[in-house]
């Protein structure tokens, strides 16, 4: 099997979570590294054993296969267009862009090309979200009617984020509507938001909001509920429920040990992973390999540009539906 | 300690079930039993050592001082006030009326008699959800903030008994809407709901849905998330989440027995009890106690008229969010 | 269905326990209490609604269908042998007798009377672990090869109740051996006890042991394992797990509410119940239940005189086992 | 930090398993790999990207600094002893002999060269246990009183491999009694095992077991209790429990996903992982990045030669107290 001679463009906390992962694949081989701050990319290049350079030189650079794209949101479609321009396949991560409108524009250019891009919604790669949709796909609950998503973080993101996050729908319920388009097989037409700041009143001064609730409906009337938190106290909280016309499915908390104690006041488990980087490391993990199956020509990507359009289009309509206070339908046709 | 004589008004599912734990309590002496069909009342008389009677008779009965009213929904607010008009304590199976604006009207007469009125949101009486309720008023999870309800039934009910039910938020979230409101301690300020006929198709043509989600705000800005089912295919799924500051509290389901199969398949629990009547039979056995203690003049009536007329509110503002497809505000002051 | 009256010997914690039963019950009317100290009695009889009595006016009271044995064990089996001369049928408290060879003999002079005589090993009434033996006699997880039984108590008994109580084996052990046997359905051939004094120094200075680990094997190769200890630290700790050729049975323990809290520190779920009076509550009812059924003549005592003597052989060999440092055989003739 | 280039004999089930490993690893370089077979040597070199090679050429190669013994157990004493005389380092799959005499007798050799002998309790690297015993060791239970570990493999071993394994205590038990030990901290002073043949006739034909229930003691007093079978009919069951003077810590099984389904049938959790090599994944990674630390000189080995004389003594003694029927004495001088 070939090794495939990557780069990495981004070397914040993402890119440096997908860079160590490249590095340690057998099918990838990690070869440079940029970021904006050259310091940043020089470190985690040592520590990779990879060379820093810049974004010019790697999409000069002819044995650079692929490029993962890890660089602030704001410039994720722009870093893609030149990379599929250059002729390099993209792993990107999530999201593409926090505009479906530019999204929508860019789409032709990106498909033009017939490079594979690959966009990092992670949950996709998740062995029990995996086993889950297998069951389901199975016939094993029968038909779907009811999906409920957990999605709690343990704490509330650093302020200095939020003005560039694009506010809790883009940032962080984009997963749920991912996942819940993925596990469902079907597009949602309908959606209803709601949203408050009960955590961190700085979030809501600078416009966010900390906690929401969300009601979605698809297309065959499945019923989807969406929770969100930016804090539970008690690590990350990421609970999926598929209830069907013949039993239910539920992706439960994974703990940091499979240790518990009895003691006076009662039996106490180990602690849930605390974020996503723990809970959500194997999938990280497949996800490259995944994008190695893809270079190797085996696989087609299996999230791309449009399921990050479909995915963005949902958000928007959340915003819209929050600020509305009323239902907002989904155009189903945007999406495809 | 003095035992109370009191009579049962309808001896249907219900009030077999009331009279039955009546019967079987040291407290209570269960003298008469009336239903509108007496070869019922006689049988439940033979089975619990009463004697059939006609609610006139009950109502003339001076030795009798209290009257269980478990008759049908639509006559339950019309035997309540003869009862008290006649001078008998009630204990009245909810829900106390289907028309809020009746009951309302009605409150006046019932208050005015000073007898002590209990309507029987039996899940108040229910050990898990008191000890939730007990760990969240001593603080152990901080304040408040998001409320998670599961609420859904085995099998759908009876079609013969769907056009008076009241329809699915008067008959079956109204428990629900009790439920938060006492568990939170606050009233509700705002409602969105939804639903859908996914499960049975004749409970559709009869104008009411099976499968319903709600989002509620509660005045503290608590937001509120309530799923109902009319089918699961593996019993009785209730289960409550409260998520506040410093971490969650949950009541899961409770299973047929404490045993667990490990074979080729994986690890297999027990069944859920089936049915409300299993799940919460001793909830119904402590409401019963608790009527004797409101008798024994110990302790006030836990839920009242006014309760109930807060929870039909909800559910009357739940309807119209749901055919006019927008939030509803809730007039706080119209329960107190 | 007739009820029966009976009389209680025996006022202290096990007496009050099933007076208290015995009063609630519907199918048993609890009219005498004797205990040799007379203001024990009587206080459980206001309680109760009985009288304080001898147990010779008892005896001679013709109204009286049978007799709850709950004195203290040095007495068992005289007052047993006295009821069933009297006419009586016998619920009593386990054990019957501490000495094997003293019931062995007066079994035939028990039995000649041809009286039902009932010995209160309630875990066979215990719910969970019915349906346990239920599912392992359907043939769920074929042949049994392996049982073990976790019994641990909170905390060390009262150390005056150390020298009377004829020692861990025969106080507490003798649960474990009756349950084994029953759950498999066939007599044991060999036992190997190993114990020692690991909590409470002052019990083994009365000659005791604390803590005790045993290995029973059975007369189809069957091997069982048993776990006692005097104290847990947190709760009742009373599990059992049968492994057969097809897979396992767990009865796992059972906690206060199902309530479970999440916090910084992990996932805590309520204490265990605390002691056997809580954990075999159901039990204890469903036991005196069965002795009605017996008094109605509808069902054989499920645990009778041979069963106790069975458990007590075992016993004296657990003795001789842990005092030669051997393994002991056991006659399997004995019992029958 | 350096990368250590080391050669693996034996390309076996377990050799395959510590060679992929080792190809994984980025801080060792697989270059050589011997076994008597030189097609599967040649099959896991290609696979691996290492060379085959013969253990002579191995141990005449100065580049390679350490040898992987992962060949047939009568053979890993005198390859162990060839690698250090040849001056590498050693990792060895347990047990190191089958004979505690002649490794015992061995023992000075081995320690003479001061190379660093890394021997493969693989349970002492899994994270579940590293966390009980750092709690246990933390105090967060008070002292230990008792040990409880059930050791049950899927399925009864090859029965080619039966004659050669050394027997169920050496083969299997052997890992109970290094975890033991290893969790305890201690040294047992007498053991008590009793055995049969329950499940596999053709294993007992061979002179073996394949069920077993063991009970050592402590020289603190601490009692263990172990469960061995050869069949679950579930997948691999492991568990620990330490119970303490103030609670009990408890390690339970690995499932195969975090799925659970409700069905009519009750909820059911994914399977157990199927055999030590899906349960330990992670140990055997752990356990080959601990040997890259010694090899580094940032640490010594965590179990060695005298860890591995120390559980075959104890199984030596196992076996004469299963054929002698009595408890037998361990010399706690002998492993020190």
Same sequence: chains 1, 2, 3, 4.
């Avoid at 993402?14 to 470190?43: C, T, W």
């Avoid at 044995?63 to 479609?77: K, N, R």
């Avoid at 600078?206 to 930016?230: F, P």
Wanted: a negative charge.
């Amino acid at each position: 099997m070939a090794v495939h001679k990557v780069a990495l463009v981004g070397a914040g906390r993402m890119g440096s979570l997908h860079g160590r992962n490249a590095a340690a694949s057998a099918r990838l081989d990690l070869v440079s590294i940029a970021d904006h701050d050259p310091a940043i990319a020089e470190q985690l290049a040592a520590e990779t054993g990879a060379q820093a350079a810049s974004f010019e030189q790697i999409l000069a650079d002819g044995a650079i296969e692929a490029v993962l794209v890890a660089s602030s949101t704001s410039s994720h479609l722009d870093n893609v267009l030149a990379a599929v321009c250059a002729g390099k396949a993209v792993f990107c991560e999530k999201p593409l862009s926090l505009n479906a409108d530019a999204l929508a524009a860019a789409l032709a250019d990106i498909e033009g090309t017939e490079l594979p891009v690959l966009v990092g919604f992670n949950r996709r790669f998740d062995p029990h979200l995996g086993k889950l949709k297998q069951r389901f796909v199975a016939g094993d609950i029968g038909k779907a009617e009811t999906l409920h998503i957990i999605n709690h973080d343990p704490a509330p993101p650093n302020l200095a984020f939020v003005p560039r996050s694009g506010g809790l729908f883009k940032d962080f319920t984009i997963h749920d509507f991912d996942t819940a388009t993925w596990l469902l097989g079907e597009p949602f037409v309908e959606i209803f938001a709601t949203g408050a700041c009960l955590i961190e009143p700085e979030v809501g001064a600078l416009g966010d909001i900390d906690t929401a609730k969300l009601i979605l409906r698809g297309a065959s009337g499945v019923l989807c509920m969406i929770s969100n938190s930016r804090r539970t106290g008690y690590g990350y909280d990421q609970r999926v429920e598929l209830f069907g016309s013949e039993g239910a499915l539920q992706v439960g908390n994974v703990h940091v040990a499979n240790v518990r104690q009895l003691g006076v006041d009662g039996g106490r488990d180990e602690p849930f992973l605390y974020s996503f980087a723990e809970r959500y490391a194997e999938a990280y993990r497949t996800e490259l390999d995944h994008f190695a199956d893809v270079l190797d020509g085996r696989a087609a990507p299996a999230t791309g540009p449009r399921d990050s359009l479909r995915a963005l289009r949902i958000a928007d309509a959340a915003e819209r539906s929050m600020s509305e206070a009323m239902p907002v339908s989904l155009a189903v046709e945007d999406a495809h």
